[in-house]
C-alpha cells in the first residue's frame, strides 16, 4: 500500500470538505434535488479540470510555488497582484462564514442550557478564535486530519440515521425560478484547487500518481456532497436548514443533532485557527507586517464585515465561491495556457483539451462572477 498517495488523496478531501457542505443541501432545495444534485455533478467535472489543469502547472514548473507564486511566474506583477487579492478575500469570506456558522452551532448545543442569542455565540465564538490566532496557537498536523475526520463522521452519522427517514416526495420537488442560487454554494463548497501544491510537495519522487490523486481527491468529496444533500433534503424537504443540521431535529431526534452540532463546531473552529494563522503569515512574511498589525487585518476586517452586513451564511459563501472561486479558476486557466509553452519541466502528465471546451468553462466562471456582483444576494 502507497502511504503517499492515499495520504494525498485524503489531503484533497480534507481540503474540499468542509465548511461549505453545511450550505450545500440548502442551496440544493431551492431549485430540487435532481436538479441540484446535476448542478454539483457538472460544477465538479469543472473544478475536476481545474484541478487537474493546475496540477500539470505545478509539474512543469521546478520550485515550490503556491498560487500567488504561479502568477507571478506567468501572468506576471499583475498577475501575482490579482491572485494575491483573491486568496486574501476568499480567506476573508471563509473566515466570515466560520464566524456566522461556528456561533450558530455552538448556539444549538449550549443554549439550551446557557440561553442567549445566535448573536452572543458568534461574538463569542469570534473572540475565543481571535485570541488563539494571536497567540500563534498552531495545531499539529494530527489534530487537523482529526477534525477532518470529525467532519466526515458528521456526514456519516446524518447518512446512515437519515436514510430510513428519506421521504422521496421531498426529492422530485423542481424550481427553475432559483436555478442560479445554488451555483456560488457549490463552488465554494467544493473548490479545492489550494491542495494541489501541496500534494505536488507530498508526491515527489511519485509524480505519476499525481493526476490519479487529484482525480479520486475531487471525485470523493463530489460524491459525498450528493450523497449528504440527498439525505438532508430527502428527510427535510422544504425544512432544509441554512447549516444542514437544525432541520434534522424532529425526524433524527435531539441527540443526533446536538453530537453533529458539536462535532460542527470543533472542525469549524480548527479551520478558523489554520485559516487565520496563514492568512496572519502570509501579512507578516510576505508583506512584511509585523505581528499585531497581521493579526488585527485578519481578525478586525472580516468582523467589522459581520457586524455591519450581519451576513447571512448562505450569502458568504455564495458570493465567495462565485466571484472568488471564479477567479481562482480563471488564473489557473490562464497560468495553464502559459505553463503550457513556457514550463521548464516536462511533466508526467499532460491535459489534452479543446480551446472551446476550455473557453466555455471560463465563460461559465466569468457569468457566475458577474451575475453574483450584480445580485451578491441571489
Given at each position: 500500500m502507497n502511504k503517499k498517495f492515499f495520504h494525498a488523496i485524503a489531503m484533497m478531501v480534507g481540503m474540499i470538505v468542509g465548511v461549505g457542505i453545511f450550505g450545500v443541501p440548502y442551496a440544493v432545495e431551492k431549485v430540487g434535488f435532481a436538479l441540484g444534485a446535476t448542478y454539483i455533478f457538472i460544477l465538479g467535472m469543472l473544478l475536476l479540470l481545474v484541478h487537474i489543469l493546475y496540477g500539470e502547472v505545478a509539474l512543469r514548473t521546478e520550485g515550490k510555488h503556491r498560487l500567488v507564486g504561479y502568477a507571478e511566474i506567468y501572468l506576471g506583477s499583475k498577475g501575482k497582484m490579482v491572485a494575491a487579492l483573491a486568496q486574501i478575500f476568499s480567506f476573508y469570506g471563509a473566515l466570515i462564514a466560520y464566524i456566522v456558522i461556528g456561533g450558530q452551532f455552538l448556539h444549538m448545543f449550549l443554549a439550551p442550557i446557557l440561553g442567549g442569542t445566535v448573536l452572543m455565540y458568534q461574538l463569542g465564538f469570534f473572540i475565543f478564535m481571535s485570541l488563539f490566532v494571536g497567540a500563534g496557537l498552531k495545531l499539529v498536523a494530527s489534530i487537523e486530519f482529526a477534525m477532518t475526520i470529525f467532519l466526515l463522521a458528521i456526514v456519516g452519522i446524518i447518512l446512515v440515521f437519515g436514510l430510513p427517514y428519506v421521504w422521496y416526495p421531498n426529492l422530485y420537488v423542481m424550481n427553475l425560478k432559483e436555478i442560479f442560487f445554488p451555483y456560488g454554494v457549490i463552488l465554494f463548497a467544493l473548490g479545492g484547487a489550494a491542495?494541489?501544491?501541496?500534494?505536488?510537495?507530498?508526491?515527489?519522487?511519485?509524480?505519476?500518481?499525481?493526476?490519479?490523486?487529484?482525480?479520486?481527491?475531487?471525485?470523493?468529496?463530489?460524491?459525498?456532497?450528493?450523497?449528504?444533500?440527498f439525505v438532508v433534503i430527502g428527510v427535510s424537504g422544504e425544512n432544509t436548514s441554512v447549516e444542514a443540521i437544525s432541520g434534522l431535529i424532529g425526524p433524527l431526534g435531539n441527540n443526533i443533532v446536538i453530537l453533529g452540532a458539536i462535532f460542527?463546531?470543533?472542525?469549524?473552529?480548527?479551520?478558523?485557527?489554520?485559516l487565520g494563522l496563514?492568512?496572519?503569515?502570509?501579512?507578516?512574511?510576505d508583506y512584511k507586517i509585523n505581528g499585531w498589525l497581521s493579526w488585527l487585518l485578519v481578525c478586525a476586517i472580516p468582523f467589522i464585515i459581520f457586524l455591519l452586513a450581519k451576513p447571512a451564511f448562505i450569502s458568504v459563501i455564495g458570493f465567495t465561491g462565485a466571484v472568488l472561486g471564479g477567479t481562482e479558476g480563471l488564473l489557473i486557466i490562464l497560468i495553464w495556457l502559459k505553463a503550457e509553452r513556457e514550463g521548464k519541466r516536462t511533466p508526467e502528465y499532460k491535459v489534452k483539451i479543446s480551446e472551446w471546451v476550455l473557453s466555455?468553462?471560463?465563460?461559465?466562471f466569468i457569468l457566475g462572477m458577474i451575475y453574483r456582483i450584480i445580485y451578491p444576494e441571489a
Open positions: 491542495a494541489v501544491p501541496e500534494i505536488r510537495d507530498l508526491l515527489r519522487g511519485q509524480e505519476k500518481k499525481m493526476k490519479k490523486a487529484i482525480i479520486w481527491g475531487t471525485a470523493i468529496p463530489l460524491a459525498i456532497t450528493i450523497l449528504f444533500s460542527g463546531f470543533l472542525a469549524i473552529a480548527t479551520s478558523f485557527l489554520v496563514n492568512l496572519k503569515e502570509i501579512f507578516k512574511f466555455l468553462v471560463a465563460f461559465v
